[in-house]
């Protein structure tokens, strides 16, 4: 379905109709809700706690499973790294406001136990009976390319021999409320990269990730989708909500995992861009990518998956790092898409306009950057077949 | 290729004042943290907690945009700057890059929250000026940019075991040469809407009896702990005083009910009983919840070392596992063992418990056993150096 999408250069962002909203934008990337049985073996009472994200990261988790040719019942010591901002915010919200307006004698302890962001981890953990280490990481929009990042590195050092690194968050009214109170919402659906650009979409969903070591793969049998090459995260140390005006730690992330992958600048031949669509972000983006790149950056495509998925917080980092991988893959450049007057600063660059277009790549990099400048940047490579 | 990784500094907020020696002091001396609450009203007859003494922002805070600091990042960028001072070391000195900085919490900033849901609610709008502390980064955030460190660094928030995989995840990129130095802990805050939730779903006790048959709910706390890790040789060679070496085992998950304890108390013992084998001290999780403590007292059965309960004293956080640790590498330093306040004999399970008054005894291995609902495991082992 994702991949198709994207060759399709589908906008998946609609009007907002999970929650009433006062304020300025009611545009989102609203994931709709699969009618088939949730996967896995947990109980009915369970699974009717379950808040949102749980259940997008059950699903996306048992997908990645069951492409990746995972026996069900061999999870023994398989890792899930999880990152996600929100967790069951949504549901918590709606507990509270029932308890603060009288709807309910007593706040219900069930909804606010469901807000640890530990509980998509747990889920899937005992949903797919997966019983290796267990993580939740949580840096804002960065916050599952940081898990990816761990879970690829639980593998290369041995500690297990398959993890699964998984992104989910679902749309809330606090992060829709906050965001559009900051006005980096666009009332329109996110122009990333465009002249007039108002600022992001938010999205939802979950993206999941088999990760193991290529002797392991090859050993099942498992034919690879790409390779994790190499990673890094860094921090701003500068602004809880502003990006550094010059990138300095998004530059240092990058410069970082291209070194930590021996992958000279000159052969990464596509960025999937954090691409948000605020005035900030991305001039401060496209001002690192020329750093890094230099001149190369002209011929090099540079595109937004957020335009076309809106932005997913805690769940975008391992979104973008599916997609870079379909790219890889596929030999497939998504689109960045509601593109329409490119912003004059970068008329130099390619920024893949729709449709999106095939082209042969072997090394692609794609980075995130979070709420109080939280960075991370991976290098993804195309299997060898 | 991994190094030992040292403990050289302390840094902890408790309710028993500012700084590892008030802690350390208060909890030998047998002392309890638990108060009635005043810092938000509260009915008669309402469950004390263990709250931490006012702190003032600008004692910590030196940056204009830190002013805005919440209390749960408060927590941890003091305790940040007390290990850093505990440990000898000039926050101007350290390389920035090469500086890790690995916080966890698991509830994050529920206070300002629930105000920020109120005028949501109320009035339809939000306030853009307390939306960038409610992200679960924020105090990582905060802490980076007040201490100026730009290396790698992550926000983990894992249940029951925040502060466990935090200082887990800092040890790696240490050991793992990322960074020279790291910055570890947890940090979470006592909340009015989480207090009154757990208050009338009756989880909490007026009195906890971790590990003794009178155990009838938990009680809560919040405060921060943070370890100051850098590899072994690096802390000799600087002549820098060694708590201790730490060795996390690698994190495991038993099957759980996605919310609660796990109940197979014999896979869990046999898990853990090649790491407590050789200990002289487990640091247990167990606070007076029936089902906690059944579980662990049932898997440390049978096995010598003595236990000790902080959360007697300190009260119940997301991240008090931090505190753990920092208990298990005072024990070390010290040879002294802790009484858990609250627990009087018998001990469940025969176990032997330090009570009533602290013990004197040379500790060479502490294990902090790390255990969360939803069955995700975290232990920690701590050595002498």
């Known amino acids: ?385 | 290729m991994s190094v030992p990784v040292a403990i050289t500094g302390l840094g902890v907020v408790s309710a028993f004042g500012h700084g590892v020696e008030s802690f350390w002091r208060a909890l030998t001396a047998g002392e309890s943290g638990l108060r009635p609450i005043d810092r938000f009203p509260v009915a008669p007859g309402t469950a004390p907690a263990a709250a931490v003494p006012p702190m003032v922002v600008h004692d910590h805070v030196r940056t204009p945009v830190g002013r805005r600091i919440d209390r749960v990042s408060l927590f941890a960028l003091a305790a940040c700057r007390l290990a850093a001072q505990d440990a000898g070391l000039a926050l101007g000195g350290l390389p920035p890059a090469r500086t890790g900085l690995v916080l966890g919490s698991a509830y994050g900033n529920l206070e300002e929250t629930a105000t920020f849901l109120d005028r949501l609610f109320a009035r339809g709008t939000a306030n853009p000026l307390l939306f960038p502390n409610l992200v679960m980064n924020a105090p990582l955030s905060y802490a980076s940019l007040e201490l100026g460190l730009t290396g790698p660094g992550a926000m983990i928030s894992a249940g029951e075991v925040s502060g466990e995989g935090a200082i887990a995840c800092g040890t790696d990129l240490v050991a793992e040469r990322v960074a020279d130095v790291c910055f570890a802990g947890g940090a979470d805050e006592l909340s009015e809407p989480f207090h009154r939730a757990l208050d009338e779903a009756r989880r909490l006790s007026r009195t906890p009896h971790p590990l003794d048959g009178r155990a009838d709910g938990f009680a809560l706390g919040e405060g921060a702990a943070v370890l100051v890790l850098e590899p072994l040789t690096r802390a000799r060679a600087r002549g820098a005083r060694l708590y201790a070496t730490v060795a996390p085992a690698s994190g495991f998950s038993l099957p759980a009910p996605v919310h609660g304890w796990p109940h197979d108390a014999a896979a869990l013992a046999a898990r853990l009983a090649p790491m407590i084998a050789d200990a002289d001290l487990v640091v247990a999780a167990a606070n007076g919840d029936r089902a906690l403590d059944a579980l662990e007292a049932d898997a440390c059965r049978g096995r010598t070392p003595a236990v000790t309960a902080p959360r007697g004293a300190t009260g119940s956080f997301g991240s008090a596992g931090a505190l753990a640790v920092a208990t298990a590498a005072l024990a070390v330093a010290h040879g002294l063992l802790p009484p858990t306040v609250g627990h009087a004999p018998p001990a469940r399970r025969g176990l032997d418990v330090v009570a009533g008054r602290a013990r004197r005894a040379a500790v060479r291995v502490a294990v902090v056993d790390g255990l969360a609902r939803g069955g995700a495991c975290r232990p920690i082992r701590v050595e002498a150096a």
């Open chain 1, 1 to 385: 379905m994702l991949a198709a999408g994207l060759a399709a250069g589908t906008c998946g962002i609609g009007s907002l109709t999970r929650f009433t909203h006062a304020g300025r934008a009611h545009v989102a990337a609203e994931v709709a809700e699969s009618a088939r049985p949730l996967p896995g073996r947990l109980p009915p009472a369970t699974l009717r706690r379950l808040s949102h994200p749980d259940r997008f990261a059950l699903r996306a988790a048992a997908e990645a499973c069951a492409a990746a040719g995972l026996d069900a019942d061999a999870g023994g010591d398989v890792g899930v790294y999880v990152g996600t901002t929100t967790g069951g915010m949504r549901e918590t919200e709606e507990a509270y406001r029932r308890r603060s307006a009288g709807e309910d004698a007593r706040f219900r302890l069930s909804r606010l136990l469901g807000t640890p962001l530990a509980t998509a981890a747990a889920a899937v953990s005992q949903a797919l009976g997966l019983y290796g280490p267990r993580e939740t990481v949580s840096t804002a929009c960065s916050s599952s390319a940081l898990a990816v990042a761990m879970a690829a590195d639980a593998v290369r050092r041995g500690v297990v021999p398959v993890a699964l690194a998984i992104g989910t968050d679902a749309l809330c009214r606090l992060t829709y409320a906050g965001f559009d109170a900051l006005q980096a919402l666009d009332v329109e659906p996110c122009r990333p990269f465009d002249r007039d650009r108002q600022g992001l979409s938010l999205g939802e969903g979950a993206a999941a990730l088999v990760l193991e070591s290529a002797a392991h793969a090859r050993a099942r049998g498992a034919c690879p989708r790409a390779v994790v090459l190499g990673w890094a995260a860094t921090g701003d140390a500068h602004h809880p909500t502003a990006p550094h005006p010059a990138g300095a730690g998004a530059a240092a992330a990058l410069t970082g995992a291209l070194a930590a992958a021996g992958v000279p600048p000159d052969a990464v031949a596509y960025v999937n861009a954090h691409g948000t669509g605020t005035k900030q972000n991305d001039a401060v983006e496209v001002e690192v990518l020329r750093r890094v790149f230099g001149r190369r950056l002209v011929r090099m495509p540079v595109s937004a998956t957020k335009s076309q998925l809106g932005h997913c917080l805690g769940a975008a980092g391992a979104v973008e790092a599916v997609v870079t991988v379909i790219a890889l893959g596929e030999g497939l450049l998504p689109p960045t898409v509601n593109l329409r007057h490119l912003d004059p600063a970068w008329d130099d660059l390619d920024l893949v306009p729709e449709p999106g277009r095939r082209a042969a790549l072997d090394v692609a990099v794609t980075s995130s950057y979070g709420f109080g400048g939280h960075n991370v940047s991976l290098v993804l490579g195309r299997a060898s077949r």
